[in-house]
């Protein structure tokens, strides 16, 4: 995927063959022989007891000098810090049968030490008594599957959940699904807390259904100063003004439902996909084939049937069956399934698997059963009926047997295409380490360099490093990353914006509190280019990183953000100049419009003297309509293409043309929206900039534009 150019976290492998010479060293084959060999499947006590056997002998042993140095070393060259350690059979992603998520995931991993007990205890969990089942129901012999382990930086996710690039529980529908929680996902993915579920069109990026969820609590990482790394994530309640947030805003669901192309072109098959937003950047965490549908083949939908269901939930697994009801509270009860049950619970975690593998319907995607999630009032209503029918495809429950009236229908789908465009196409980036990445895909340049990221890496608040006269390092960073980029794209442009941390933002970082104010609308208050002039020395660590890599690749080039007046324009010019960095023929210097203000008096700031703008279209969005896109009560309200915005973008866009200013756009709205895109064509602008994974899609959409072509979105 890292060669893909898809926004994944940098990290390493530890190989099978690691695994392999680890198990071979320590004799544990023929204890697995032993153990496991005679077992019946559906002996559980029996299978957890052999299993733990097993494991014990996993962790008991040692791992060689040779293969440790070898993961120390890649650690190290990592950078150090939290990472998420991720456990990867070899028999996991099969064609008819997959049990990934049933071996476990440590996160916030911190040290060498706890890196390889954290390497040693995935490999025992290939050996929990659900994955040893599952290799036992599906003939796989456990001696021959081995494991690999992914060690990534740890995404602190402040948002994450999965993809299915096609929904599981309607088949080829047109129709893909995506479920997210605030904070790690690790509650999702084990079956603790119910996500919110969104269905969109595969196509138009658009969506269909939305069914949001109550969340009391979520998995945050600890803090990262001293010891308060380690031990892991730690269980918060959600405040509770948020428990019932939508918890992706539409745009970001565009956005990761823009990654379903990639990921399907470079797999060549539908993908469940674990991703994560940080700061407004989509991670793509992993991702594997789905099991448990295939486009073309069969594809069914459901037709509007005349009943009322007794309960109602998020389609996770689609078909329909029809059984005697039991209500589970725990994983000591099932023993009560029975062949051909319909099985109702608050939560299924991996511990189910075999009573999950005897009843008819199932919260689970990995067995092909008919599946539902987040039905909440699934385990009272359901308490007191004996027969019921479970509707996978449609998310419902009804009382008795209703299967005969729930008849399918067949759809296609249509082929993805991809062109080439003229106008420029650049690409949003935040992270150095993608840059070779991206760099490598079919994109003009860098329309948008965030520095946010970059610092927000140190982990330290630039004022307390200036604090501890440690000014040099945060410069020393931030060129090494600004570097990277324009190695990467020379001699493509590269547009820097200055660092446009909020306050609240700030505070995050370490020392934060001591200098940034808490402010009741951080988005209008310190921020920008007043922040800049009001704080020239940080300013300056910025600029002498931007001189450092100009040395090498003069393709850099700056942005001004959040650029309230005129006149504040002339200042921060001024004082670039008295640092040393003077707008010229190899310096470009642009600035984000964004305010009313900047649409206002456009030709002012023109003729102040600026090479370029770049419309922040989210920004512009919300401050034109006076609308928070982060506030799920308002969130359906946020709109670029409001009357309002369409005018303020198209007068921008009218206006460089005519001073000859190149005119850009940042933002998904390009490619959400084709009509947009038409319109912004024909208004000239002379680029688009957009995230990694719009990139195709937004090559289509502007070609449509430009030849009166059909748009293929």
């Known amino acids: ?135 036992e129901e599906n003939g796989i012999e456990h001696a021959q599957v081995s494991m690999a382990v ?16 096609v929904d599981p529980s309607a088949n080829d529908s047109g129709e893909l699904l995506i479920e997210a929680m605030f904070g790690l996902g690790e509650p999702l993915v084990s079956g603790q807390l119910p996500p919110d579920a969104y269905s969109v069109d595969r196509e138009l990026l658009t969506v269909v259904d939305k069914q949001i969820a109550t969340q009391p609590w979520l998995l945050k990482r600890k803090g990262v100063s001293g010891s308060a790394d380690r031990g892991g994530p730690e269980e918060m309640p959600a405040p509770t003004a948020v428990q019932d947030w939508q918890k992706l805003a539409d745009r970001q669901i565009g956005q990761l439902a823009g990654q379903r192309l990639r990921l399907e072109e470079h797999f ?58 039991r209500v589970i509270g725990s994983a000591t009860e099932i023993d009560r399934v029975r062949d051909g049950d319909i099985l109702v619970t608050e939560m299924t975690t991996p511990d189910f698997v075999p009573a999950m593998k005897r009843a008819a319907a199932i919260v689970s995607r990995e067995m092909g059963l008919p599946c539902i999630v987040g039905a909440v009032n699934a385990t009272e209503a359901l308490r007191d009926i004996e027969l019921a029918t479970v509707d996978g495809s449609s998310g419902s429950v009804f009382e008795g047997d209703v299967s005969a009236l729930l008849t399918p229908a067949e759809t296609e789908s249509e082929p993805d295409v991809r062109l080439d465009t003229c106008t420029n196409l650049y690409v949003n980036l935040a992270d150095p380490d993608a840059a070779e990445l991206v760099a490598a895909l079919d994109v003009d340049g860098v329309g948008l360099l965030r520095a946010e990221f970059m610092i927000a890496h140190l982990d330290e608040h630039p004022r307390a490093m200036l604090g501890s006269h440690r000014g040099a390092v945060f410069t020393q960073h931030l060129a090494d990353g600004l570097e990277k980029f324009a190695s990467a794209f020379h001699p493509r442009p590269i547009v820097y914006r200055f660092s446009d941390f909020k306050t609240n933002e700030y505070r995050n970082l370490k020392g934060g509190e001591a200098y940034d104010p808490h402010e009741e609308n951080p988005m209008i208050g310190y921020r920008g280019c007043a922040r800049s002039l009001a704080e020239p020395d940080l300013l300056e660590l910025e600029v002498e990183a931007i001189k450092q890599a100009r040395q ?34 190899d310096f470009k210097l642009w600035m984000m419009v964004e305010l009313p203000a900047n649409v206002l008096l456009l030709d002012e700031f023109l003729d102040a003297g600026i090479d370029g703008v ?40 009218r206006t460089c043309k005519e001073r000859g200013v190149s005119a850009s756009i940042c933002g998904q709205a390009p490619s959400v929206y084709p009509d947009l895109t038409r319109s912004l064509v024909e208004w000239g602008v002379t680029s688009v900039s957009v995230s990694p994974d719009m990139i195709g899609q937004t090559r289509r959409i502007l070609h449509g534009a430009e030849t009166g072509a059909a748009l293929v979105p």
């Open 1 to 135: 995927m890292m060669r893909a150019g898809i926004p994944v976290p940098q990290g390493f492998v530890v190989t099978t063959s690691a695994y392999r010479a680890y198990m071979n060293e320590h004799e544990i084959d023929p204890l697995i022989t032993e153990q496991l060999g005679r077992i019946g499947s559906l002996t559980n006590g029996a299978l957890g007891e052999a299993s733990a056997k097993v494991r014990e002998r996993i962790l008991a042993g040692h791992v060689s000098s040779a293969i440790e140095a070898e993961i120390v070393d890649a650690y190290r060259a990592l950078g150090g810090g939290p990472v998420a350690v991720r456990s990867s059979a070899t028999a996991e992603d099969m064609e008819n049968a997959s049990f990934a998520g049933q071996q476990d995931t440590y996160l916030n991993v911190v040290g060498a030490a706890d890196l390889i007990r954290a390497v040693r205890a995935c490999w025992a969990s290939l050996f929990e008594a659900r994955a040893t089942y599952y290799r």
């Open 268 to 325: 060549g098959q539908p993908q469940d996909v674990e991703w994560a937003f940080v700061d407004e950047t989509l991670y793509v965490l992993q991702s594997r084939p789905i099991t448990v549908s295939t486009p073309g083949s069969a594809a069914q939908t459901r037709q509007p049937i005349e009943l009322s269901p007794v309960a109602s939930g998020a389609r996770a697994s689609p078909g329909v069956a029809t059984g005697v009801v």
């Open 150 to 165: 992914a060690v990534q930086r740890m995404v602190p996710s402040e948002i994450s959940g999965v993809m299915f690039t």
């Open 552 to 585: 090498r690749y003069p393709n850099l080039w700056g942005m001004l953000p959040f650029v309230r007046s005129v006149s504040e324009l002339q200042d921060v010019k001024t004082l670039l100049q008295t640092m040393g960095l003077t707008r010229g023929s």
């Open 614 to 653: 770049s419309i922040g279209s989210n920004d512009l969005t919300q401050l034109v309509l006076r609308v928070d896109r982060d506030n799920g009560q308002l969130a359906s309200m946020f709109d670029e293409r409001d009357p309002a915005v369409l005018k303020a973008i198209e007068k921008i866009a």
